[in-house]
């Protein structure tokens, strides 16, 4: 029979004579895993690329290499999660001791001494303003490098209303006026900032903190250790 009789015989019967897709094989290797138990023949003439070089492996070579690789992968992504963990773990004691800290501190006085140098010895935060809402401070807690007393309406907190009316923190880059305001026109160093506002809707104060870099603070980190950090020292205010 000549190869054209032999083709339209064979559509003649509905079968299909053309290649079959890459899909369509890997669709049916998926669904009869045992293929190649029961066709060890064609496994051994498999011969593959290796990944490292213009020589060929087998397949289950190959499969080591694949295996290996994702071992590899599966082991570093373990190592960035302990990672991650142990620095959580790291952020919570520290929290934990600013709490008890704040606990024993009776005067505004105290709570402010105490947050200013928690902020510099446990988070590294040196460059750091309180702003703590009120009537004109008492002479043991008048305004200074770290804290500032101010009345709420003061026209030069406008520039933070945004900020008070979301009531959560923001980190990332600021506005020139905003960060000359909070920290002076000649610290330039100033990369990134987290700001918390304090209390329901800022209605108590704001605590700034600056970084030189301007990564450290950003848009998309979490939030939720600044979230904690603004309640515990919001609370120790209002007390």
Do not use: W
């Amino acid at each position: 029979m000549s190869e054209g009789a032999k083709k339209v015989t064979n559509q003649a019967r509905g079968l299909r004579t053309e290649a079959l897709s890459e899909e369509t094989v890997a669709l049916y290797l998926q669904k009869h895993p045992d293929f190649f138990e029961r066709h060890t023949a064609v496994l051994e003439k498999l011969r593959l690329p290796h990944a490292r070089g213009s020589a060929t492996v087998s397949l289950v070579e190959r499969q080591v290499d694949v295996l290996r690789e994702r071992h590899k992968a599966l082991e570093q992504r373990l190592q960035e999660l302990v990672a991650v963990a142990r620095t959580n773990e790291q952020l919570g004691e520290k929290v934990h001791r600013l709490a008890r800290r704040l606990i024993g501190a009776r005067e505004r006085e105290a709570v402010v001494s105490v947050v200013e140098s928690a902020l510099r010895e446990d988070f590294n935060a040196r460059n750091s303003v309180l702003i703590v809402f009120g009537s004109p401070a008492p002479q043991s807690t008048r305004s200074g490098p770290f804290l500032r007393v101010l009345e709420r309406t003061s026209a030069d907190l406008r520039m933070f209303d945004a900020l008070f009316e979301s009531g959560k923190p923001r980190c990332g880059q600021i506005r020139d006026t905003q960060r000359d305001y909070l920290f002076g026109k000649e610290t330039v160093e100033i990369g990134s900032v987290a700001l918390l506002p304090l209390g329901p809707g800022g209605a108590l104060g704001l605590l700034a903190v600056g970084s030189a870099d301007a990564q450290h603070f950003h848009s998309g980190m979490n939030t939720e250790i600044l979230v904690r950090i603004g309640e515990l020292i919001a609370q120790a205010l209002a007390n």
